[in-house]
Nanobody, 124 residues
Framework: QLQLVESGGGLVQPGGSLILSCKAS????????TGWFRQAPGKEREAVSC????????SYADSVKGRFTTSRDNALNTAYLQMNNLKPEDAAIYYC?????????????????WGQGTQVTVSS
């Protein structure tokens, strides 16, 4: 059973940067697509980015394109979400999600392993 542990959230000023990590155990990240989602209070969970299993294809929500980058370190079995030029509207709980599919999906129900979530707050 794949388990995911997230870290890296916190409080940052507008325009600042954070990098989120998603460490996997009990399975190999490189076998699955890895998605990043976020959920703000009172809103539905939304897809932020995704990387397919081969890491040769990524996708991003329009709201984060050019600011967020997803990556993966196979040796560490860890996925990352680099977030630059953060805006107040980026504030949310961020989740990584993995498996069982090889290709990306923007639908939360396409993933069967989830991290615990990490809070990102953007405020001056």
């Amino acid at each position: 059973q794949l388990q995911l542990v997230e870290s890296g959230g916190g409080l940052v000023q507008p325009g600042g940067s954070l990098i989120l990590s998603c460490k996997a155990s009990g399975g190999t990240l490189a076998n699955y697509a890895t998605g990043w989602f976020r959920q703000a209070p009172g809103k539905e969970r939304e897809a932020v980015s995704c990387m397919n299993a081969r890491a040769d294809s990524t996708s991003y929500a329009d709201s984060v394109k050019g600011r967020f980058t997803t990556s993966r370190d196979n040796a560490l079995n860890t996925a990352y979400l680099q977030m630059n030029n953060l805006k107040p509207e980026d504030a949310a709980i961020y989740y990584c999600a993995v498996g069982p599919n090889y290709y990306c999906s923007g639908f939360p129900q396409s993933y069967n392993a989830w991290g615990q979530g990490t809070q990102v707050t953007v405020s001056s």
